[in-house]
């Protein structure tokens, strides 16, 4: 299973490498896209945050997967924005053709319209989590559109990850591990990502709440509504999935997603060498309990981690009746 890392920092990028990043995906910003279809037109799902998570322009861009491609390494590009127009679409055929002439692997697109473009041209086709890929069903449309990867939603359990690997071989599975977790469904959600005007989710969740409640259980409930708040703000923070390793490295999972276009690149390295460390160790077990017993979890999670707060697949750790122990 390979580790899928986002890149915001050229300048660690080999760093990534050697740390056993084989695969890297980014953005860009694009002012010719913004001049002809405005400022609110996302290029991807992170458009609205501007440079923070789009850094490089598309000329950038080029030059970055010419530097991933020289480390051996595959690079994707994402297209993955809630929706796009015809004309839009046609806009984007113009990226595919030069991001293919520059050696990128692939693009993750998040509408079928724009997969047989991103094909013919040559390009790997992966279905964005946008696409809601919940099934072995879905899982073969995209495949036979033309897609060679899907995306697996977040919120989707490991019984289900396997049944699709199962049922649908024929296409690649990339799963998210670390980092960013969110209690929404990406292919559901309307809402968009601004920097200084935060996505409705987020609003939402830190909106002031007031209890019209009697006045004895009051207290309790405004303390339950601020633990449950700190507790998911965790979890959107340092969501972890490093307990589901072995059970998708035995279901031929293809690769482990860190999320982070706006993270810092110090703690998606650290990242890295967690995936990298516990995928060598799950290769080495007989059983998922072994690898429990055997992994390790990097100290600045072990908080997290002891607590049961950050957890993409939290039905490994519980169903096994056995915490994973931590390092220090």
Same mark, same amino acid.
């Not at 899928?4 to 995906?25: C, H, I, M, S, W």
């Not at 989710?201 to 909106?207: G, K, L």
């Not at 059970?247 to 967690?274: N, P, T, Y």
């Given at each position: 299973m390979n580790p899928l890392v986002p890149v915001n920092d050229r300048t660690y990028l080999k760093r990534y490498a050697q740390a056993g990043g084989e695969e890297f995906y980014l953005g860009f910003h694009d002012?010719?896209?913004?001049?002809?279809?405005?400022?609110?037109a996302?290029?991807?799902?992170?458009t609205g945050f501007g440079r923070v998570s789009n850094p490089y322009s598309f000329e950038e861009v080029l030059d970055i997967v010419g530097e991933v491609r020289a480390l051996g390494k595959q690079a994707y590009v994402t297209f993955n924005a809630n929706a796009y127009s015809r004309e839009q679409?046609?806009? *984007?055929?113009?990226? !595919? /053709?030069?991001?293919?002439d520059a050696g990128a692997t692939g693009v993750i697109v998040s509408?079928?319209?724009?997969?047989e473009p991103a094909a013919d041209c040559g390009l790997r086709v992966v279905a964005s989590t946008m696409c809601g890929v919940y099934n072995a069903a879905i899982a073969r449309v995209y495949r036979r559109?033309?897609?060679?990867?899907?995306?697996v939603p977040r919120d989707v359990g490991l019984d289900e990850i396997e049944a699709m690997v199962r049922e649908a071989p024929e296409v690649e599975?990339?799963?998210?591990?670390?980092?960013?977790?969110?209690?929404?469904?990406?292919?559901?959600? *309307?809402?968009?990502? !601004? /920097?200084?005007?935060?996505?409705?989710?987020?609003?939402?969740?830190?909106?002031?709440?007031?209890?019209l409640v009697a006045p004895y259980g009051g207290e309790r409930l405004d303390r339950e509504l601020s633990e449950n708040a700190l507790a998911y703000e965790r979890f959107h923070r340092t969501a972890?999935?490093?307990?589901a390793i072995w059970r998708l490295e035995r279901a031929g999972v293809a690769a482990a997603k860190i999320v982070g276009r706006s993270d810092d690149s110090s703690f998606i390295l650290r990242d890295i060498e967690a995936i990298v460390r516990n995928t060598a160790i799950a290769r080495t077990c007989a059983s998922e309990r072994e690898y429990l017993e055997r992994m390790e979890i990097p100290p600045e999670r072990a908080d997290s981690c002891a607590e049961g707060l950050s957890c993409y697949y939290p039905e490994v750790r519980f169903s096994c009746g056995k915490l994973a122990t931590s390092y220090s």
């Amino acid at each position: 299973m390979n580790p899928l890392v986002p890149v915001n920092d050229r300048t660690y990028l080999k760093r990534y490498a050697q740390a056993g990043g084989e695969e890297f995906y980014l953005g860009f910003h694009d002012d010719a896209w913004h001049e002809r279809f405005g400022a609110s037109a996302d290029l991807n799902r992170m458009t609205g945050f501007g440079r923070v998570s789009n850094p490089y322009s598309f000329e950038e861009v080029l030059d970055i997967v010419g530097e991933v491609r020289a480390l051996g390494k595959q690079a994707y590009v994402t297209f993955n924005a809630n929706a796009y127009s015809r004309e839009q679409l046609d806009f *984007l055929f113009g990226y !595919f /053709e030069r991001l293919q002439d520059a050696g990128a692997t692939g693009v993750i697109v998040s509408v079928p319209e724009a997969v047989e473009p991103a094909a013919d041209c040559g390009l790997r086709v992966v279905a964005s989590t946008m696409c809601g890929v919940y099934n072995a069903a879905i899982a073969r449309v995209y495949r036979r559109l033309g897609c060679t990867r899907v995306i697996v939603p977040r919120d989707v359990g490991l019984d289900e990850i396997e049944a699709m690997v199962r049922e649908a071989p024929e296409v690649e599975y990339e799963a998210f591990l670390m980092r960013n977790g969110c209690i929404f469904a990406d292919g559901s959600c *309307l809402g968009r990502h !601004f /920097e200084g005007r935060n996505a409705l989710c987020w609003d939402v969740r830190h909106a002031r709440r007031e209890n019209l409640v009697a006045p004895y259980g009051g207290e309790r409930l405004d303390r339950e509504l601020s633990e449950n708040a700190l507790a998911y703000e965790r979890f959107h923070r340092t969501a972890c999935g490093l307990c589901a390793i072995w059970r998708l490295e035995r279901a031929g999972v293809a690769a482990a997603k860190i999320v982070g276009r706006s993270d810092d690149s110090s703690f998606i390295l650290r990242d890295i060498e967690a995936i990298v460390r516990n995928t060598a160790i799950a290769r080495t077990c007989a059983s998922e309990r072994e690898y429990l017993e055997r992994m390790e979890i990097p100290p600045e999670r072990a908080d997290s981690c002891a607590e049961g707060l950050s957890c993409y697949y939290p039905e490994v750790r519980f169903s096994c009746g056995k915490l994973a122990t931590s390092y220090s």
